[in-house]
């Protein structure tokens, strides 16, 4: 099997509105919910949600304790860090705002591709990207 990046953690206030979000609004799996505990033995849950058909997907980590707190939607301090790319930009984008998603910026075209900012439910800056439009 080839080495690849399984799982990176996104902290966030709750379980279940953050699984709403990734799977209702962005079209993600849920690929995992089980009891958990943490290393001083309370409960917790394991939560993997993971775009279709991708092989690294997003563990959601209930924030635990004032660091972890402060950290929920600035876990990039500010920058832009995640980005998912999707086939159908204009499919994707329109979904996302009739479920409301926070956009920073407006689609605009890129050498990478067509491409957007916006906000998860934590707060987190994203970018949508696709395809670019033909000319």
Do not use: C
Not at 65 to 71: C, L, R, S, T, Y
Not at 87 to 112: H, I, K
Request: glycine letters at 8%; aromatic letters at 10%.
């Amino acid at each position: 099997m080839p080495t690849h990046i399984e799982l990176v953690t996104l902290i966030v206030a709750e379980y279940d509105p953050a699984i709403a979000f990734f799977v209702d609004v962005l079209g993600f799996k849920l690929v995992e919910d089980s009891p958990a505990s943490t290393n001083d033995g309370r409960a917790k849950r394991w939560v993997v949600v993971r775009p279709p058909n991708a092989t690294t997907g997003l563990l959601l980590a209930r924030a635990d304790g004032a660091e972890q707190v402060a950290a929920v939607g600035d876990q990039n301090t500010g920058r832009l860090g995640f980005f998912l790319r999707v086939d159908d930009f204009s499919v994707s984008y329109e979904r996302m705002q009739r479920a409301g998603v926070t956009f920073l910026t407006t689609p605009r075209d890129e050498p990478y591709g067509r491409v957007v900012v916006f906000r998860d439910i934590a707060g987190n800056k994203w970018d949508l990207l696709g395809p670019r439009r033909s000319a």
